[in-house]
C-alpha cells in the first residue's frame, strides 16, 4: 500500500488549501478503512484534522470543521482535504494515512509542505 | 490531552529507553498508539492497543500501561531508534502527544 500527497507549495494568506492523496495498492472503498489528513507544525505538533470512511463519511477534528472539506474520489481512487481561508498558521506539513474505526494510522504518505505567506 | 514526558531523553546504545505517555482523560478500550518518527519522514506505527506490536516491528519495542498511563520501553537502544516518539489516543477523537526525543548522549 502506497499513499502520494501532493499539491500547491505556497499559498497566500485567505485562499484554499487543496490537497490530493493518490492511494495504490488498495482500494479506498475497502471495507472497515478511512482515509485521514494529518498536518504537523513547530508550533502545534501532529494534528488530525479529519477523515473520510470507505462509504463516504466525513469526520473532522472540531476546530477545523468550518473551513475543511475532505471528499473520496472513487474513480480515481484517491481522496482530497481543501481548507479555506489559510492563515500563516496553517503552514506545516500535511500528511495522509490510512486508519479504520479501532485502529490508528498504519500508513502514511511522505508528507507535502505548505506555506502560508504574503 | 496527551501529556509525554520527558521531553528530551539523553541515552546512550544499548541502555534501555522509558518513555511516558498521560492522558488527561481515560483513554476508551486503551485506544493508545506510539509512533517513531525521523527527520524528513512520515510517522512510523510502533505499538497499537497501548501494548501490541506493529508489523515489522522488533521485540525490544514494549508498550504498558491502561487508563490514563502508557509507557514505551524501548529495551536496548540501537543507533537506528534515536528518533522523536509521539503516543495518539484514538478512541472518542485522535490526538497526539507533543513527543519525547531520543538524542544520543
Known amino acids: 500500500l502506497q499513499l502520494q500527497g501532493s499539491g500547491p507549495g505556497l499559498l497566500k494568506p485567505s485562499e484554499t488549501l487543496s490537497l490530493t492523496c493518490s492511494v495504490s495498492?488498495?482500494?479506498?472503498?475497502?471495507?472497515?478503512?478511512?482515509w485521514g489528513w494529518i498536518r504537523q507544525s513547530p508550533g502545534k505538533g501532529l494534528e488530525w484534522i479529519g477523515s473520510v470512511s470507505y462509504g463516504g463519511e466525513t469526520y473532522y477534528r472540531p476546530s477545523f470543521k468550518s473551513r475543511v472539506t475532505i471528499a473520496a474520489d472513487k474513480s480515481k481512487n484517491q481522496f482530497s482535504l481543501k481548507l479555506t481561508s489559510v492563515t500563516a498558521a496553517d503552514t506545516a506539513i500535511y500528511f495522509c494515512?490510512?486508519?479504520?474505526?479501532?485502529?490508528?494510522?498504519?500508513?502514511w504518505g511522505q508528507g507535502t509542505l505548505v506555506t502560508v505567506s504574503s | 490531552v496527551l501529556t509525554q514526558s520527558p521531553g528530551t531523553l539523553s541515552l546512550s546504545p544499548g541502555e534501555r529507553a522509558t518513555l511516558s505517555c498521560r492522558a488527561s482523560?481515560?483513554?476508551?478500550?486503551?485506544?493508545l498508539a506510539w509512533y517513531q518518527q525521523k527527520p524528513g519522514q512520515a510517522p512510523r506505527l510502533l505499538i497499537f492497543?497501548?501494548?501490541s506490536r506493529a508489523t515489522g516491528i522488533p521485540d525490544r519495542f514494549s508498550g504498558s500501561g491502561s487508563g490514563t498511563d502508557f509507557t514505551l520501553t524501548i529495551s536496548r537502544l540501537e543507533p537506528e531508534d534515536f528518533a522523536v516518539y509521539y503516543c495518539?489516543?484514538?478512541?472518542?477523537?485522535?490526538?497526539f502527544g507533543q513527543g519525547t526525543k531520543v538524542e544520543i548522549k
Open positions: 494515512a490510512r486508519h479504520s474505526g479501532s485502529f490508528p494510522f498504519d500508513f
Open positions: 495498492g488498495a482500494s479506498i472503498t475497502s471495507n472497515s478503512y478511512y
Open positions: 482523560r481515560t483513554v476508551s478500550s486503551n485506544y
Open positions: 492497543g497501548a501494548s
Open positions: 495518539q489516543q484514538y478512541g472518542s477523537s485522535r490526538t
